[in-house]
């Protein structure tokens, strides 16, 4: 009894897995891997970029301008006409291109998966390798525009630099010329005795100002980044630092709240550490400015101090003494020197920007890690499990006959007469 109906079951499930491999459409799929780095929220190589960019990046991928330029490129509306007998559609081609086309990130990395099935083989290589070739071109022209435009304020603030410093080279040159004429009829500088003396003492009180300032900036200079700007702010309650540091704290306190109540994979918390990483981005600008300034006083000061060197060691209450008084001079000598360093630390930031653009680019960089290959196989029918159903339906039938045997021969014994 139950010979036949396995049998049959058996014939049913093999034919129906022929059927599967025969008479299926083959479909065909190839993928490409691209790598997306957003080095602006980059901690270090193993932690890159922040996940949400990775998303937003997919979308941009799906967008009707970048599925425009992949359909455009590859010629597909003219292949799709003709190949499904349809008119030229340029919304039908983009919802046909987004039905063969899957892009998604590998989960727990910046790595994108572009993957394309297709019943063209070849267009499966072929799409994948454009969507990957034009996502990291466009990529790679904004990070160079975003450099061309550091260096390029870098560069024009140089040349602004140059022309000061031919400007002041003239000026000093005049005002040697000016004071060799007058060493010729006057080589003496006269000061009255209270004049002097307080030039003296004015001297002391500057130089030891000087001593001060410079011992706090050495000691400013030492701490580390993130304890600059605190004391920075204690130094001074109308620090610009002040209010960075009050928005930073607030952040803070915003981004903890939000942990405990929303979670710590919320939207609230990425954007509250969003928030604190431009502030701690503000912060330490505006530190290195307020730092740059203490610098440039302390320069300024300096100068002063050797002017006043200056004036007293060319002048005298003796009127015999007295030598020239080149004030002018060293001032214009000094605005030079520090037009000259002004310069130098542009050429040498540019350097920097070169450097640092090299080794940890700015914004974001995009890598194409794995070329997408035409596939040689097709995606579907599934070989391997159309095998199974056959061979399942093989073995039940095989199975089935078997039985039937048995039982003719068991029949035909039982129907021997006995001896």
């Not at 579907?380 to 056959?390: K, R, V």
């Amino acid at each position: 009894m139950l010979a036949m109906p396995l049998t049959t079951v058996g014939m049913f499930i093999a034919i129906a897995g022929l059927a599967y491999l025969f008479l299926m459409p083959k479909s065909y799929r190839a993928e490409a891997m691209i790598k997306i780095i957003d080095w602006v929220h980059a901690s270090d190589l193993n932690h890159p970029s922040d996940l949400q960019l990775i998303s937003n990046q997919c979308d941009w991928m799906r967008s009707e301008t970048f599925l425009d330029q992949v359909i455009k490129n590859l010629g597909l509306a003219g292949q799709w006409s003709q190949r499904y007998h349809t008119a030229d559609d340029t919304s039908a081609n983009r919802a046909r291109l987004l039905s063969k086309v899957s892009i998604f990130p590998v989960p727990d990395s910046t790595l994108v998966k572009i993957r394309v099935i297709s019943d063209d083989r070849e267009e499966t290589a072929r799409i994948a390798n454009e969507f990957a070739r034009i996502y990291t071109n466009r990529i790679s022209l904004q990070r160079e525009a975003l450099i061309n435009d550091k260096l390029g304020g870098l560069k024009q603030q140089w040349t602004s630099e140059s022309e000061k410093i031919q400007t002041a080279q003239v000026a000093l040159d005049h005002l040697y010329f000016d004071i060799s004429k007058t060493r010729l009829t006057n080589k003496t500088q006269f000061y009255d005795g209270d004049t002097y003396d307080e030039m003296k003492s004015k001297k002391i009180q500057m130089e030891g100002e000087y001593i001060e300032r410079k011992n706090e900036y050495e000691r400013l200079s030492k701490l580390p980044t993130n304890q600059l700007a605190q004391v920075l702010s204690s130094m001074d309650t109308n620090s610009p630092l002040n209010t960075p540091m009050l928005e930073l704290a607030n952040a803070r306190n915003q981004s903890l709240k939000a942990n405990l109540d929303q979670g710590p994979d919320s939207r609230e918390v990425k954007n509250a550490a969003l928030l604190i990483g431009n502030l701690n981005r503000k912060i330490d600008e505006m530190a290195s400015s307020v730092m740059t300034v203490k610098q440039t006083e302390l320069r300024g000061l300096s100068s002063a101090i050797e002017e006043l060197k200056q004036k007293i060691q060319n002048g005298s209450t003796n009127v015999a003494s007295v030598k020239l008084d080149n004030a002018n001079y060293q001032a214009a000598l000094s605005n030079l020197n520090q037009l000259e360093e002004d310069r130098n630390n542009l050429e040498t930031k540019m350097r920097e920007v070169e450097s640092a653009e090299a080794t940890r680019p700015t914004g974001i960089t995009a890598e194409l890690i794995e070329r997408a290959e035409v596939p040689v196989k097709p995606f579907a029918p599934d070989s391997f499990a159309a095998a199974i159903i056959i061979g399942t339906g093989a073995i039940a039938t095989v199975l089935g006959l078997l039985l039937w045997i048995i039982g003719v021969q068991s029949a035909a014994l039982a129907k021997e007469p006995t001896r």
